[in-house]
């Protein structure tokens, strides 16, 4: 990959808000996520993010040595920086496709879709994902049936700049899992299993009775790092069990 065929982050860019290493960052980031440069590929030198940002080689070292210490990219000596493999991170509850597991059951898949749109992030979720309060996001909200059974209730906000064509997709045909695989391939996630009971929106949505106890998990990944999504399943309690192995 050359270098100089890059093109020009001023050009496209928010006004500025971030401090500029982290703008940098954003933005190597970002022509990775658009595919604009792949795994293995030269990224530009630290001579020329200096021209490019007009900034100090201080600044651009610090954007490039943050993106090396989270594998976004990697170093070798004498040769430049490269964009570093993405590797998936073991977790304990393996990260699957929902339609796929149904269908491994012999079961049929479906899905509706009640929300997809942009909206704004509030402090707290601002927080997950490291961005500023008032950040656009996008979310979903998707009932998944099998056997025209509700077994999910996912409520899914995601990181435009991981997944820009996220509102464009028909989630009736596919899941979100399987295009965020595609434009934001997973590089690690957290996550926290706890019981709670449906209120009476979430009961509705799932056809269980009000206050039933569900399985919820709140997963959090992360792609090129920075935060994909956030995603919190509801499951019916007596038909959810999550397996996994270390």
């Known amino acids: 990959m050359d270098p100089r065929t890059t093109h020009d982050p001023l050009q496209d860019s928010p006004p500025d ?31 020329a993010l200096v021209r490019l940002f ?34 998936y991170q073991a977790t ?41 309060a008032g950040s656009t996001l996008y979310r979903s909200l998707i009932v ?8 999910q209730l996912e409520d899914r906000w995601v990181n435009p700049g991981c997944a820009p064509a996220y509102l464009e997709q028909d989630f009736s045909s596919i899941t979100p899992n399987e295009h965020l695989m595609v434009s934001a391939p997973l590089q690690g996630a957290t996550y926290a299993i706890e019981a709670l009971p449906a209120s009476g929106e979430t009961a509705l949505r799932l056809g269980i009775a009000p206050g039933a106890p569900c399985l919820v998990l709140h997963r959090r990944t992360t792609s090129a790092g ?21």
């Open 17 to 47: 808000k971030a401090p500029i290493f982290r703008q940098i960052k954003d933005y190597l980031v970002g022509e990775i996520a658009a595919g604009r440069w792949k795994e293995g590929d030269l990224v530009p030198s630290e001579q």
């Open 92 to 132: 304990l509850v393996e990260i699957r496709n929902i339609a796929d597991e149904i269908r491994e059951r012999g079961k049929q898949h479906t899905s509706r879709v009640l929300v997809l749109e942009a909206g704004v992030a509030d402090e707290l979720l601002a927080a997950e994902f490291a961005l500023e």
């Open 144 to 151: 998944h049936f099998e056997n025209d059974v509700p077994i």
């Open 226 to 246: 920075r935060i994909a999504s956030v995603a919190t399943l509801w499951h019916p309690g007596h038909l959810a069990r999550f397996t996994g192995s270390v």
């Open 54 to 87: 007009g900034v100090s080689r201080m600044t651009v070292n610090r954007a490039v040595r943050e993106l090396t210490a989270e594998h976004v990219l990697v170093r070798r000596q004498g040769s430049g920086t490269y964009v570093a493999p993405q590797k």
